[in-house]
């Protein structure tokens, strides 16, 4: 067994799609710290938190990195936000 932790950090929102938004914006805003790894990001039911959606793509990235689009976003992946 490793002596890694995984820290959880309940948030309730109404539905998928803005739980999904909400985890993007906090894993970006914490992703400054280097213990935080926000392609794993996802959410889940709060009944059934074993049920878990990607908040990102996730997919790798030539450069090694992980894309940070949404999941099933459409176009090609990004290692960099798109605005709206």
């Known amino acids: 067994m490793t002596e ?3 820290v ?3 948030m309730v929102v109404n539905d998928l799609v803005s739980a999904q938004r909400l985890a993007r914006v906090v894993a ?4 400054v710290l280097p213990q935080v ?3 794993g990001t996802t959410v889940s039911p709060e009944d059934e938190q074993n049920v878990r959606h990607w908040a990102f793509c996730d997919r ?3 450069e090694g990195r992980r894309c940070v689009l949404r999941p099933e976003h459409e176009g090609d992946c990004s290692s960099c936000l798109r605005r709206r």
């Open 4 to 6: 890694r932790w995984v």
């Open 60 to 62: 790798r990235l030539s």
């Open 37 to 39: 790894e926000p392609g």
């Open 8 to 10: 959880h950090l309940p």
């Open 28 to 31: 970006h805003w914490s992703s």
